[in-house]
């Protein structure tokens, strides 16, 4: 090991990292920051833990295996990505090696661990874009509509926020039905009744369903992965909250982790489900955001005001079809001051939604980043969709939070 060590520090040519990567796989599987310490060259250090996140995944899927066996992976889909894709998976945000030494304490360790553990990995990706692209091509030869434009992938797979057991949100685009505006209810399900049809007769789907909700959707279950996917039509707000959420994730190493932390924890205690009258995981992301452009000092600013021309209100659905380059953003110039660890940011969302925001009074706001008053929106709106928890969407201006009438996920204060 000692010889691995010298050689390793003493090397920075790809021939010999290639040399080291297979001697000592299993070392740095197993000692992950002791192995990528050893790199003086942070490209080496950065190449080396994308093939540790690769192996362990690996493992994971070969103990998937042992554990259920019946459950086979097609060859397909351990297929690299292709371009559109591959900017969902982003290493040099998955693991921020100058930000490493800020974890600190041991419950942010304990914090970055679950991230690490429960976060979408490139297999996990690499599955639903397979998914995604086998159902383009069924509907590019059999679905009826000859303005049908393509099938995209939203949602916690691409807004930074996905755990290993997130659905596969996807956004079917028609463009004959556009603008949205134009587009009813009954024509949403005409179409989704048809794809249903197709996937049940090419994919061999046996379990699906097309729920006729306020935005509807089909849901059917993958029959080779196992995996829920849900399809809605020519859902504009979808689309733009994915590039939104997107961005805000990869605006701090922090963001990602922190979010998908609150989450677990909502899922825990049963916030989150917005089928059972409780909330759901996009509107606890958006809390989540929230409290992180209200710290002090904020963690994140509002994308909304300072990027107004890539995330303003009015902007055509065509604009929201990939995601941006985030070198466009003016936010990446934003430098915060804030150097609170995670488990300091963790502990600080309970204590923002407990002392600072009066669930009486008050709307959370991404789009201003600021809190408003829910009597404005009461005398505006639907004042039922207002009762209870408040959460401005970000384009919309709907509430994000108006599934909820579970009395028990609404008293977030007492399971605090």
């Known amino acids: 090991m000692d010889c691995f060590k010298k050689s390793a520090v003493e090397s920075c040519d790809e021939k010999e990292y290639q040399k080291l990567k297979h001697c000592a796989f299993d070392f740095w599987a197993e000692h992950m920051n002791e192995g990528l310490n050893l790199y003086k060259n942070e490209s080496l250090r950065l190449t080396a833990y994308k093939c540790l996140v690769e192996t362990r995944t690996i493992r994971r899927e070969t103990s998937d295996r042992q554990l259920c066996p019946k459950r086979q992976l097609c060859p397909e889909m351990t297929c690299t990505l292709n371009p559109y894709d591959q900017r969902f998976v982003d290493w040099d945000y998955i693991y ?42 069924c509907l590019t030869t059999s679905f009826a509509y000859d303005n049908f434009v393509d099938i995209f992938i939203t949602g916690s797979t691409v807004n930074g926020f996905g755990t290993r057991d997130s659905d596969l949100d996807l956004c079917l685009v028609v463009s004959e039905f556009c603008p949205l505006e134009e587009m009813r209810k009954s024509d949403k399900l005409a179409i989704l009744s048809e794809v249903e049809d197709i996937v049940c007769r090419q994919l061999e789907v046996e379990e699906s369903q097309v729920i006729d909700a306020r935005v509807p959707i089909l849901r059917y279950i993958h029959p080779k992965t196992r995996i829920q996917v849900e399809i809605n039509v020519n859902n504009e707000i979808g689309l733009k ?48 955001i929230f409290y992180l452009q209200n710290t002090s000092p904020p963690l994140v600013p509002c994308l909304q005001e300072t990027d107004s021309g890539l995330f303003g209100v009015r902007a055509e659905m065509w604009d929201y079809l990939e995601l941006p380059d985030l070198k466009q953003l003016k936010s990446t110039s934003f430098a915060t001051a804030n150097e609170e660890s ?23 706001s991404v789009r201003l980043g600021r809190i408003l008053e829910k009597q404005h929106f009461v005398s505006q709106m639907d004042s039922m969709q207002w009762q209870y928890i408040c959460v401005e969407e970000p384009f919309s201006g709907h509430n994000a939070a108006r599934t909820l009438y579970n009395p028990v996920a609404y008293d977030i204060r007492r399971i605090v």
Request: aromatic share 16%; net charge positive.
């Open 96 to 137: 921020n090696l100058k930000d490493e030494t800020k974890i600190g304490d041991q419950f942010s360790q304990d914090l970055w661990h679950l991230y690490d553990t429960q976060s979408l990995h490139f297999k996990d990706i690499a599955r639903k874009s397979w998914i995604r692209r086998d159902l383009s091509q």
């Open 241 to 288: 909250n994915s590039r939104l959420l997107y961005c805000y994730s990869k605006l701090d190493w922090r963001v990602a982790p922190i979010c998908i932390a609150i989450k677990l924890w909502a899922k825990h205690f049963e916030i989150i489900n917005s089928f059972s009258g409780s909330l759901s995981s996009y509107c606890v992301e958006l809390m989540a």
């Open 342 to 364: 995670l488990s300091e940011l963790f502990a600080g969302f309970f204590r923002f939604y407990v002392q600072v925001f009066d669930f009486n009074r008050h709307v959370a």
